[in-house]
């Protein structure tokens, strides 16, 4: 594809309801990360993966957020029993760097998830 | 631990004026240092890199070690330089979390 995938580009879910975010990163990309984005905020952390591999999960804010991407490519980011402060842009990247640093990183357009 | 700061959430010019965006660093290690550009209605992109050291679109940045800072720098703002601008400090040399700062949103008035 030409560039980070993501969908669905809105969702809107009431409270308790679980939600699945998906995003298709650059082909041959190796590094796929995860970031929440409040309003007016910049992207945070979430979780980070190489290939199939879950390096990093520092950033999910609680046992609700669970990510995966088990063939090493297509990841799904699921949050559990929405919450309010769920509401957030959740942007998906992806990078061709692996290993030593993480280089440059490639934006999907974002999932807007408001949470009622 | 990690932390990038951008002190202006707002910053207004007139077209032809200078402009600096602030950044400042908290990272015990060597970092790497990026800006990434976010323009209406587009997804966020890389707009330069400290290990470049390159130019892009005329905006400039300097890595300053001494006084932790990475400012975006351009001599003459132009219109189209209207965006969203993130300051964002990776780990050289093992590490893969990006950080970036809160954003400084640059409008640039004709």
């Known amino acids: 594809g030409a560039g980070v995938s993501q969908s669905p580009r809105y969702k809107v879910a009431k409270r308790g309801q679980d939600v699945a975010l998906r995003c298709d990163p650059i082909?041959?990309?190796?590094?796929l990360f995860w970031y929440q984005q409040a309003l007016g905020q910049g992207p945070e952390f979430l979780t980070y993966?190489?290939?199939?591999?879950?390096?990093?999960k520092s950033g999910l804010p609680s046992d609700r957020f669970f990510a995966e991407r088990p063939e090493g490519s297509v990841s799904t980011l699921k949050i559990q029993r929405t919450q309010q402060e769920d509401s957030a842009v959740y942007l998906c990247?992806?990078?061709?760097?692996?290993?030593?640093?993480?280089?440059?990183?490639?934006f999907g357009e974002g999932s807007r998830l408001t949470v009622l | 631990a990690q932390r990038v700061t951008q002190p202006e959430k707002l910053l207004s010019v007139f077209k032809g004026a200078p402009v600096e965006l602030k950044c400042n660093y908290s990272?015990?290690?060597?970092?790497?240092l990026f800006w990434y550009v976010q323009y209406s209605r587009q997804r966020l992109q890389l707009l330069l890199r400290h290990i470049s050291r390159e130019s892009i679109k005329g905006f400039t940045a300097d890595l300053n070690k001494g006084e932790t800072s990475f400012h975006l720098k351009k001599p003459f703002a132009q219109e189209e330089d209207s965006a969203m601008y993130y300051c964002a400090l990776s780990p050289l040399g093992g590490g893969f979390k990006t950080i970036f700062g809160a954003g400084t949103r640059l409008f640039v008035k004709a």
């Open positions: 993966f190489q290939n199939e591999a879950q390096l990093d």
């Open positions: 990272y015990s290690g060597s970092p790497e």
């Open positions: 990247a992806s990078s061709l760097a692996q290993g030593s640093n993480t280089g440059e990183l490639f």
């Open positions: 082909s041959g990309h190796v590094s």
